[in-house]
């Protein structure tokens, strides 16, 4: 049977059409990652179990502190030399953020909570916000220890920051980096802030508003995945440093864009937290889509080019008691050697105001499975 060979221009003509509405790439982008590789680098990370309770409450009862109503932005690490394990998180008194700090044995009980990081000065780029957690660790491997790394004899850490205070996130936010010589109490290490909306490398996706950075140090150079906003949507863009005062921004930013119309993630994908699974790199972030905020998880080879799987690791919701009914987002990740499990920490909004939530990846003592 004689066969029609189809039309070569009309061929031709959707193949131009294609390319031409695909997005810029950079010349070293490598090849893309297949659909069934991403299915199983994200498995290990799925089917886990859900602590019925926050860890955190949404007014952790601070002395001295007893305007804090809601609670956000977890991140758990340690301090060389102590077994216990500190959480820094923030806390919103109707004015803006601080950052406190609290520590644990088990990492379920926290206690002796306390201020890290209050209101920068009057006029400053910090007066409405401090937002802790973008800390220099010895390693990032996933399962390695959330160790604080000192650095010309302090410890390091980006934060995001809001100017003014009276309100929740008033914009523009920027980001400031801070050290410390204990690993619990910080203090600015410059008085200008290290992204601005303002300097003349901002682009147009990130003109709104700069969020939340992230820490990782590789092969000598640092990197800062931060979320920003150009109107009501945020994306994750990759910034880069030899000394972690000054940085450059990544010329294809954004890095994890948001997603198309109906995805998890058509709105956001913001605050990224980025580890080494053996032979890639994992970026825990979150998505809003579908009516709330799920913690989704993007993949690469390089720190570069990122592979977003569209199936959330976790939903808005997974927890039956309502806890986190509305939103399930802003994660902090950490490995018990003594149990062999994941815990991860999360911003859980429900039916019990904002605080910290948690799942793990084995169940723990009235932790019911999924």
Avoid at 82 to 110: C, L, P, R
Avoid at 206 to 214: A, G, L
Avoid at 269 to 287: A, I, P, T, Y
Wanted: aromatic share 14%; net charge neutral; hydrophobic share 35%.
């Amino acid at each position: 049977m004689k066969t029609t060979p189809a039309p070569i221009i009309p061929v031709i003509t959707a193949i131009i059409l294609a390319c031409a509405s695909a997005p810029a790439r950079s010349a070293e982008e490598p090849a893309a990652i297949s659909p069934e590789t991403i299915k199983k680098w994200s498995a290990p990370y799925r089917g886990w179990h859900y602590h019925p309770d926050h860890v955190m409450p949404a007014k952790p009862e601070i002395k001295g502190f007893e305007m804090v109503q809601m609670t956000d932005v977890p991140t758990v690490f340690q301090v060389p030399g102590d077994n216990k394990w500190h959480m820094t998180f923030i806390g919103f008194d109707g004015k803006g953020y601080q950052s406190f700090i609290a520590e644990s044995d088990d990492m379920v009980n926290w206690t002796n909570r306390r201020l890290a990081m209050g209101y920068g000065p009057e006029g400053g780029f910090d007066h409405g916000g401090v937002v802790l957690g973008a800390f220099l660790y010895k390693s990032y491997d996933i399962k390695a220890p959330r160790t604080l790394k000192k650095k010309d004899g302090k410890y390091w850490t980006l934060y995001g920051a809001y100017p003014r205070q009276g309100g929740y996130e008033l914009r523009p936010g920027y980001e400031g980096v801070a050290s410390s010589e204990d690993g619990l109490t910080w203090r600015r290490a410059k008085d200008e802030p290290i992204l601005s909306v303002h300097q003349k490398d901002c682009g147009s996706w990130e003109k709104s508003c700069i969020y939340q950075p992230w820490l990782v140090e590789h092969e000598g150079r640092f990197y800062n995945f931060y979320n920003a906003a150009d109107g009501h949507i945020e994306q994750l863009g990759l910034a880069f440093s030899d000394d972690l005062l000054e940085w450059k921004r990544h010329e294809y930013n954004p890095v994890i864009p948001n997603g198309p119309k109906g995805s998890f993630n058509e709105k956001f994908s913001s605050d990224g937290k980025v580890f080494r699974d053996g032979d890639h790199w994992v970026c825990f972030f979150f998505g809003v889509g579908k009516g709330g905020a799920h913690v989704m998880a993007a993949f690469s080879r390089d720190l570069r080019h990122w592979t977003v799987d569209p199936e959330p690791l976790y939903k808005a919701g997974g927890n039956p008691s309502g806890l986190d009914k509305q939103y399930a987002h802003k994660i902090s990740l950490v490995w018990n050697p003594a149990n062999e499990a994941f815990y991860l920490f999360y911003n859980a909004v429900g039916n019990k105001g904002r605080g910290i939530g948690l799942i793990t990846s084995k169940p723990l003592e009235l932790a019911p499975g999924l």
